[in-house]
């Protein structure tokens, strides 16, 4: 089993922080995704990163993909409300996506 | 579009019952998966398809049963219910290939009594 572990568990802030979640493996993965979960909802796909190394950022969020592919890292920059979530990373290898167990972030006004 | 849909959204049941939880999409996807979520840890994987007639294992597939006898469905079963097994369960589906997105239902919570 690829067990993927997401830290922290919990995160609240004041809108207008900075912070940054956690995905770490002893595995590779092919590709890491970071997803977003709703409360009642299914998970979204926020990102894929798929070489080592690698950055994407999409408006505040910027994603990182470890250079071993085993980790990967969100930052939110000047959290707002809204990004108020679950936040969930997976980990691509064959035709298993492997969950980490998620960061519930709440953002005060 | 109406993506991927499961079916119902909540359902009691009593120790040792059977019932099947369904999901369909319209998105001709060839791969489809199960999973449970439980409070902190996330999601995980039940059993998955790749095709019509072809199914396999995931992490927790113990006291669950799948099928796949169409591209759009993917029936989940549980034979004998058990407290064990009360959670949300979330299907998805998603074109074959690598780096994929994973597009997933609303859900289904589950007690089990």
């Known amino acids: 089993t690829q067990l993927l572990e997401q830290s922290p568990q919990f995160l609240s802030i004041q809108e207008g922080e900075n912070l940054t979640v956690y995905c770490n493996s002893s595995?590779?993965?092919?590709?890491l995704q970071w997803y977003r979960q709703e409360p009642g909802e299914g998970p979204v796909l926020l990102v894929t990163v798929v070489t080592g190394g690698e950055v994407k950022k999409l408006k505040r969020l910027t994603f990182q993909f470890g250079d071993a592919r085993k980790d990967s890292s969100l930052h939110i920059t000047a959290a707002q409300p809204g990004d108020t979530g679950l936040y969930l990373c997976?980990?691509?290898?064959?035709?298993?996506?492997?969950f980490g167990g998620g960061t519930r972030l709440m953002v005060k006004p | 579009n109406a993506g991927v849909t499961q079916t119902p959204k909540f359902q009691v049941l009593k120790t040792g019952q059977s019932m099947t939880l369904q999901c369909a999409q319209d998105?001709?996807?060839?791969?489809m998966s199960w999973y449970r979520q439980d409070p902190g840890m996330g999601l995980r994987l039940i059993h998955y398809?790749?095709?019509?007639?072809?199914?396999d294992q995931g992490e927790v597939p113990n006291g669950y049963n799948v099928s796949r006898s169409t591209t759009e469905d993917f029936p989940l079963r549980l034979l004998s219910a058990a407290p064990s097994q009360t959670s949300v369960y979330f299907c998805a589906s998603s074109r074959t290939g690598m780096n994929t997105e994973a597009f997933f239902g609303q859900g289904t919570r589950l007690t089990v009594v």
């Open positions: 398809s790749v095709g019509a007639g072809i199914t």
């Open positions: 997976a980990g691509e290898a064959g035709n298993m996506l492997t």
């Open positions: 595995s590779v993965f092919s590709s």
């Open positions: 998105m001709n996807h060839e791969y």
